[in-house]
Nanobody, 128 residues
Framework: QLQLVESGGGLVQAGGSLRLSCTAF????????VGWFRQAPGKEREFVAA????????NYADSVKGRFAMSRDNAKNTVVLEMNTLKPEDTAVYYC?????????????????????WGQGTQVTVSS
């Protein structure tokens, strides 16, 4: 079981940057893929980015590709989402989630139901 805690959200002007962190508490963090999702007011939660268990493979939504970068440090049980050139439409609550990879099943980073544990979320607000 993992507990995930997000941090780093806040208010930033359009064009600015933010760095979100997701810290995991629990065992075998290195055997989980981690994804970031976001939910804007009145909208469905959507996939943002994901990294596989060893950090060797990442996947990004088209809307953030080239602006966001995801990395992980398994020694620190932490995943980071660097967000650059932020736009007002990036405003949302951002959630990290973990997906158990220990059973060797295929990685489906964009499917919410694949994720086992979720954090409480951190608010990101981008002003125009």
């Amino acid at each position: 079981q993992l507990q995930l805690v997000e941090s780093g959200g806040g208010l930033v002007q359009a064009g600015g940057s933010l760095r979100l962190s997701c810290t995991a508490f629990g065992r075998a963090f290195s055997m989980y893929a981690v994804g970031w999702f976001r939910q804007a007011p009145g909208k469905e939660r959507e996939f943002v980015a994901a990294v596989n268990w060893n950090g060797g493979n990442t996947n990004y939504a088209d809307s953030v590709k080239g602006r966001f970068a995801m990395s992980r440090d398994n020694a620190k049980n932490t995943v980071v989402l660097e967000m650059n050139t932020l736009k007002p439409e990036d405003t949302a609550v951002y959630y990290c989630a973990s997906d158990w990879q220990g059973d060797g099943t295929r990685w489906n980073p964009r499917i919410e139901s694949e994720y086992d544990y979720w954090g409480q979320g951190t608010q990101v607000t981008v002003s125009s």
